[in-house]
């Protein structure tokens, strides 16, 4: 699907900025950018868009009728350009970025069947004009965007002064057509190191010592962001003996009042009571730096529709204060994330600034929570994935790119491997997903309203329960699934999935949690199995016939991806395949969430785990038992009962327990305890998001994820006496928790899709250059 983004000027602030982010974020639709030669054409064309220059028209609201003709025809003139290009671009969607150019292409460009989308990113005008602006966009416009919910229902109020016939029905398509999605802000992750160096550099360069303390605003200079505000609660804060300074950050631009409104504002700042304490930077594209710099931001404004700069400043991990107006609301949660004042109440804006200089504890658990809260709420795929599925329902059957299904092994339950379906489903929402059978009952809200298509064993009695039992039926099953017509397969498997038949042309990329343990590691595998020795014994002689299966069928993918360094090993080993690494989502928002208290920690060690022999929960037992060290244990599972015979009184079992219950217990342990051999190994990771470090054996997936003294430390063997060394020696570390939790953010879902879209979009490009490919001799295996 290709999408033409018109904007009337070249000129960038914060609308430019996020149409600039969401094109260059896009998943699956192709992006043109239509507007005139400048600074927005040529910061296009450095981020690697399509680009093409319409002469760009600035049509003003007026009263005076022959300055209205005129910009009438010149915004026809305009329209009749963006018709031509639509038609010689093949343009399936028009996004234009503003009311004004959502006016230009409803009422001039007369497009033919094709949708306009306008991008409400500023409150609606008033009176009259506002008035018949809204009747147009309801009567012309296919889709309204709107920032937030204030300039929704701004948008949406068509007033009482239009003719009932008018308004007819109006108000009602005006709402029908307007949906909220906040703009989407590029999060990036800086170490401490380079934050640092940012804070030194930057505060170096505007005359603030180490000390002082800072905040900034940030915007376009003009009078509705009140940066006098700002100016006058500094001045208030010294007159109380704080040593306090403002960066005041931005240009006056498009207007000559805000140019007189900066000369009035450094008049203000030259006052002798102020002086020196005020630095008018202009305009800066490092805001992210500044606000690593700065202690605080300050928004002003009297009706901010929105507040971008507030998700920039709360990314960084800095509070923020702002007015309780237009869409700050919605992004700042008063008292957790920063606060809040009234518009204009300079006394207010000073007592709230004061509160968070006189308590630094404060201000820093507030910049934690913005962060996590920006992060959460605010990224940028977010606000991509909401645009597109809206693209989808007005051009259905448009979508740019291959035709994708997801293929998994079976859906029965919840766990890392059911994880990473559920990212493959948000990243391509309409691939339906092909598995043997499933359990909506068991999988989360996202994946029960899925288009999951099983196979005949679903009808199989007792499938779920017994599903192991079954696992000389899986490839019979997985072969029978119908792909065809789909170009992009993508399994996510640790046995069966890799083996569909994929139609010829396809591309077949798999997603490899292990390689089949059945075949592969069949003694392991079964050790826990409740089922008599003879069937076990039978069931080895299927080992070989399915060893020979799994790698005929690994032979036929064209992409392996291995979650982990000792997946990749295995592959390499069993398949004689070279596999590239894609660590898998971790949630670990889960349990780093906004307002979540920082504990100190408690005078405990956890383990969180199924009870399953293989995982060696029995060293965690044994050592804190020999030790004396009080040991909490979370999970159940059949080797529970053993785990208890080797317990000494200090050792705890609680089964299994809500998540909020396990969040609470790893934010107070001493650390985690991992002391089996996973493929990779997501608590540790969550563990990790709660600040708290891991003890792990130094094998698996553990080696991918624990920095020894960062994140964690590791013990070399597989005893209980060499676990018991590393407790003893734990306590001479000192752990940093937010360098902990920043690690481990590191693993996030955004992470993860970036790197299998890179992965998918390599595929793609190798097949259709066969020769150069190995996946052009795809080997076609037989059951």
């Known amino acids: 699907m290709k999408v033409g983004y018109y904007n009337h000027t070249s000129d960038v602030s914060g609308a430019e900025i996020s149409l600039l982010t969401m094109a260059t974020h896009l998943r699956e639709a192709e992006s043109l950018l239509l507007c005139p030669s400048g600074e927005l054409a040529d910061r296009a064309r450095a981020a690697g868009l399509q680009h093409v220059g319409v002469p760009g028209y600035r049509a003003r609201m007026t009263r005076n009728p022959l300055v209205l003709v005129r910009h009438l025809l010149g915004m026809a003139a305009e329209g009749r350009q963006i018709a031509r290009i639509v038609r010689e671009q093949g343009i399936d969607?028009?996004?234009?970025?503003?009311?004004?150019?959502?006016?230009?292409?409803?009422?001039?460009?007369?497009?033919?069947?094709?949708?306009?989308?306008?991008?409400?990113?500023?409150?609606?005008?008033?009176?009259?004009?506002?008035?018949?602006?809204?009747?147009v966009a309801a009567r012309r416009a296919s889709s309204l965007i709107c920032i937030s919910e204030a300039v929704k229902k701004g948008t949406a109020e068509l007033g009482d002064k239009l003719t009932p016939v008018i308004l007819d029905g109006l108000e009602a398509r005006m709402d029908e057509l307007a949906t909220v999605i906040h703009n989407g802000v590029a999060l990036e992750h800086a170490d401490e190191a380079d934050r640092e160096a940012d804070r030194v550099r930057i505060r170096r360069e505007f005359g603030a010592s180490p000390d002082t303390f800072v905040m900034t605003i940030v915007g376009q200079i003009a009078p509705w962001k009140r940066q006098e505000d700002a100016i006058e609660a500094l001045r208030l804060l010294v007159a109380r003996g704080l040593d306090a300074k403002l960066w005041v950050v931005g240009e006056p631009k498009f207007r000559e009042e805000n140019i007189a409104y900066a000369e009035r504002l450094k008049t203000m700042a030259a006052a002798a009571d102020l002086a020196g304490r005020v630095v008018f930077t202009g305009f800066r594209s490092d805001i992210k730096e500044i606000c690593r710099a700065a202690d605080l931001l300050v928004l002003c404004s009297d009706n901010e529709p929105f507040g971008r700069v507030l998700i920039e400043a709360m990314g960084e991990g800095i509070p923020v204060v702002g007015t309780r107006a237009g869409g700050v609301p919605e992004i700042v949660t008063e008292?957790?994330?920063?606060?809040?004042?009234?518009?204009?109440?300079?006394?207010?804006?000073?007592?709230?600034?004061?509160?968070?200089?006189?308590?630094?504890?404060?201000?820093?658990?507030?910049?934690?929570?913005?962060?996590?809260?920006?992060?959460?709420?605010?990224?940028?795929?977010?606000?991509?994935?909401?645009?597109?599925?809206?693209?989808?329902?007005?051009?259905?059957?448009?979508?740019?790119g291959p035709r994708v299904a997801i293929a998994h092994d079976y859906l029965n339950q919840m766990g890392g491997a059911e994880r990473v379906v559920c990212s493959l489903r948000r990243m391509y929402p309409d691939a339906p997903i092909f598995t043997t059978i499933a359990d909506r009952s068991?999988?989360?809200?996202?994946?029960?309203?899925?288009?999951?298509?099983?196979?005949?064993?679903?009808?199989?009695?007792?499938?779920?329960?017994?599903?192991?039992?079954?696992?000389?039926?899986?490839?019979?099953?997985?072969?029978?699934?119908?792909?065809?017509?789909?170009?992009?397969?993508?399994?996510?498997?640790?046995?069966?999935?890799?083996?569909?038949r994929v139609p010829e042309g396809a591309v077949h990329i798999c997603y490899c949690h292990t390689p089949m343990r059945f075949a592969w590691d069949y003694e392991n595998y079964v050790k826990d199995m409740d089922v008599p020795a003879l069937a076990k014994k039978l069931s080895g002689l299927m080992v070989s016939p399915l060893r020979r299966w799994d790698a005929a069928n690994t032979a036929g993918v064209d992409e392996l991806i291995a979650n982990s360094s000792i997946v990749q090993e295995r592959i390499r080993d069993h398949y004689g395949r070279q596999a590239t690494i894609i660590h898998p989502p971790v949630d670990t928002g889960r349990f780093d969430r906004a307002g979540a208290k920082e504990r100190a920690a408690g005078d405990y060690y956890l383990v969180v785990s199924r009870l399953v022999s293989y995982k060696r929960i029995d060293l965690a037992v044994e050592a804190c038992s020999l030790l004396g060290e009080r040991l909490v244990v979370v999970g159940d599972g059949p080797d529970r009962e053993r785990l208890a015979r080797l317990a000494g009184p200090n050792v705890t079992f609680l089964g299994r327990l809500p998540d909020g219950e396990v969040e609470r217990l790893m934010r107070g342990c001493r650390a985690l305890l991992f002391p089996g051999v996973e493929d990779f190994g997501i608590t540790p990771l969550e563990a990790n998001a709660c600040g708290r470090p891991v003890i792990a054996y130094r094998e698996g997936g553990a080696q991918d994820t624990i920095r020894q003294g960062l994140n964690g430390l590791f013990f070399d063997k597989q005893t209980r006496e060499s676990l018991a060394r590393t407790l003893l020696g734990f306590q001479s570390w000192t752990?940093?928790?937010?360098?902990?939790?920043?690690?481990?953010?590191?693993?996030?879902?955004?992470r993860f899709e970036r790197e299998l879209r890179a992965a998918v979009s390599a595929a793609l490009s190798a097949r259709e250059q066969p020769a150069a490919s190995p996946a052009g001799q795809r080997k076609e295996a037989v059951v």
Do not use: C
Not at 108 to 119: D, E, N, Q, T
Not at 337 to 359: C, H, N, P, T, W
Not at 464 to 480: D, E, G, H, M, T
Not at 735 to 750: L, M, T, V
């Open 335 to 400: 008292g957790a994330s920063g606060l809040l004042y009234e518009v204009g109440d300079v006394r207010a804006l000073a007592d709230r600034i004061g509160e968070l200089i006189a308590q630094p504890a404060r201000r820093l658990d507030m910049g934690r929570a913005a962060y996590d809260r920006a992060r959460r709420e605010f990224g940028i795929a977010s606000t991509v994935a909401k645009v597109e599925a809206l693209y989808r329902e007005l051009r259905p059957g448009r979508t740019a």
């Open 735 to 750: 752990w940093d928790s937010a360098r902990i939790r920043a690690y481990a953010a590191g693993f996030g879902e955004e």
């Open 93 to 135: 969607i028009v996004h234009a970025n503003s009311i004004r150019g959502g006016l230009t292409v409803s009422l001039f460009a007369r497009l033919r069947g094709i949708p306009v989308i306008w991008h409400i990113r500023d409150h609606m005008p008033g009176g009259l004009i506002g008035r018949l602006v809204k009747t």
């Open 442 to 500: 068991k999988l989360p809200a996202d994946l029960r309203s899925a288009d999951i298509r099983t196979t005949w064993m679903q009808r199989i009695p007792g499938i779920n329960k017994r599903f192991k039992l079954f696992f000389w039926l899986y490839p019979l099953a997985v072969r029978s699934m119908n792909l065809s017509g789909f170009d992009l397969i993508i399994s996510s498997s640790s046995a069966y999935a890799k083996g569909v």
